[in-house]
């Protein structure tokens, strides 16, 4: 098993470009999540699902869409991209909701 | 509102000198509190659960223990091999699904 895989690794974007985070999970697991990780405030929140066709805001939403149309792939979209989204990004899995297992991240950086 | 609480934000061991790290939580009603190990660059590993007080779990060096309003991570004669920064979230039961993280703590094991 892969586990869960993001892609890119690194991107850099420009003030208002809008772009999609990849999240995979080969592991069947029905609830996926998207975490952003800031310096000193730890990770944070941003989309869940419980299972394909059902998504939930979380702490920090704005600015970010989500889809899920299958059980293996959760994208993140940055609908126009903004300086204070530059963050480290997370996907998540897990087969209930409880014990969640990380990608290996996306470093963002938008100028 | 729900918090998490960890301290020291860092800590710098020599090898061999067992210490423990700290998460204090104030939240509605716990479902359970995990414990993940991060490496620079890389995404949080999953390492306990706990859902009740008075529960504890080990592994290699580490243990964790729960009481009704904090968690520590022990660690034991730690080698190199353990710095990471270690993260504690919790799971609350007016959130299914929702980890609430703490900011972590940093931790250094000089040879």
């Known amino acids: 098993n892969a586990g869960v895989t993001q892609t890119p690794k690194f991107q850099v974007l420009k003030t208002g470009q809008s772009m999609t985070l990849q999240c995979a999970q080969d592991m069947n697991h029905e609830y996926m999540s998207w975490y952003r990780q800031d310096p000193g405030m730890g990770l944070r929140l941003i989309h869940y699902?419980?299972?394909?066709?059902?998504?939930d805001q979380g702490e920090v939403p704005n600015g970010y869409n989500v889809s899920r149309s299958t059980t293996e792939d959760f994208p993140l979209r940055l609908l126009s991209a903004a300086p204070s989204q530059t963050s480290v990004y997370f996907c998540a899995s897990s087969p209930k909701g409880y014990e969640q297992y990380f990608g290996p991240g996306t470093r963002l950086t938008v100028t | 509102e729900d918090q998490v609480t960890q301290s020291p934000e860092a800590l710098r061991l020599q090898e061999g000198e067992s210490s423990s790290l700290n998460c204090s939580y104030t939240v509605s009603g716990l479902r359970g509190l995990f414990w993940y190990r991060q490496d620079p660059g890389k995404g949080p590993e999953f390492l306990f659960t706990l859902y009740s007080a008075g529960e504890e779990k080990e592994k290699e060096r580490l243990k964790a223990t729960l009481t009704k309003k904090e968690s520590f991570l022990h660690i034991t004669a730690p080698k190199p091999e353990d710095s990471a920064t270690y993260l504690c979230?919790?799971?609350?039961?007016?959130?299914?699904?929702?980890?609430?993280f703490g900011a972590g703590t940093q931790v250094v094991v000089t040879p």
């Open positions: 979230a919790v799971h609350t039961t007016d959130s299914w699904g929702k980890l609430q």
């Open positions: 699902s419980v299972g394909a066709g059902i998504t």
